[in-house]
């Protein structure tokens, strides 16, 4: 099936440092999600974008629509320890038929942010 | 509260003997998908559905099935798991009103060991 390639896979970093990761598809997508998994929780959405060229944020997180609608980016700034855990991107096509409801998640980049 | 709620959270169990895993929202969402998560490969979507009685199959289909009698239940069942199918499986529900523009609400997960 459809997959996401997501980079980088993890990162190593200092508190107080810039975070950036990106996402990207072979096809397009209609919908770009961002999504950090706490350990031992389940994913929880962080910024939803919907139009190419997008740019939204949320906090000392940006997230940005490509304007090809065939990646995304999400920035974090002046990282905090409890910004640790993995991070997903996930995208949807709004296409018609049965394929409308599915979401395809990247392979996650995991965050270790060092005190 | 609002919540979607997994049971068991933890089974080891063995090849072949059938199992099922609940999953019910209490928020009257329209929306139920359930995903599995493996190391390296992230969250790959296995069955969602639409609504009551409406159900499709995600990326990894293969060796589930669900279903969707009632809007707040939507139980995984494995007929005859297999060691391939030991997983960290997450439900997760939403609103929907005709686009992915309300963030889906995850489970705490079910950790499933087949031997």
């Known amino acids: 099936g459809q997959q996401l390639n997501q980079s980088p896979q993890s990162m190593f970093i200092q508190e107080g440092e810039d975070v950036s990761m990106n996402c990207t598809s072979s096809?397009?997508?209609?919908?770009w999600l961002w999504y950090k998994q706490d350990p031992g929780e389940g994913p929880v959405l962080l910024i939803a974008l919907y139009k190419a060229g997008e740019l939204t944020s949320n906090g000392r997180l940006t997230a940005q629509f490509g304007i090809t609608r065939k990646d995304s980016f999400l920035n974090i700034s002046a990282s905090i320890p409890s910004d640790v855990g993995i991070y997903f991107c996930a995208g949807q096509r709004r296409s018609g038929g049965t394929s409308y409801g599915k979401l395809t998640f990247g392979q996650g980049t995991i965050l270790t942010v060092h005190p | 509260e609002a919540q979607v709620t997994q049971n068991p959270r933890y089974l080891i169990t063995v090849t072949g003997k059938k199992l099922t895993v609940t999953c019910s929202q209490n928020m009257n969402h329209e929306y139920m998908s359930w995903y599995r998560q493996d190391p390296g490969l992230g969250l790959r979507q296995i069955y969602y559905s639409m609504n009551v009685e409406v159900t499709d199959k995600g990326d990894v289909p293969e060796g589930y099935k669900v279903s969707r009698k009632e809007k707040r239940n939507f139980p995984l069942i494995l007929e005859s798991p297999s060691p391939n199918q030991t997983s960290l499986y997450f439900c997760a529900s939403s609103l929907w009103g005709g686009d992915l523009n309300q963030p889906q609400h995850f489970g705490d997960g079910t950790r499933l060991s087949i031997l």
């Open positions: 096809s397009i997508f209609n919908t």
